[in-house]
């Protein structure tokens, strides 16, 4: 395959993976404690033989949002919420 072809596919692979990331939060977009997922694109530039230049796209590192959702009084004895920076940190035995 020509190295156009193989560029071409990159780039769509990269423009699925995206749309699936798309899809994926707008299907969670309603779920308690979801955080929204982006796609980051990185490209790699080759030059030819003949002076001219390839790139091909690759999109398979993923960002993960980290702004607080709102924070909703549910009236449960168990329930707990961080406002503001922090994490939960959960010990098992294992």
Known sequence: ???AG??????QSGL???MQLVANNIANAATTGYRQEGLIFSE???RTGDGGSV???HGNARSVSGLQGPLNHTGGPLDLAIEGDGFFL???SA
């Open 1 to 3: 395959m020509e190295a």
């Open 6 to 11: 193989y560029t071409t596919l990159t780039r």
């Open 16 to 18: 699925l993976r995206e």
């Open 44 to 46: 790699y530039v080759t």
């Open 55 to 57: 790139s091909m796209a």
């Open 90 to 92: 959960i010990k098992t």
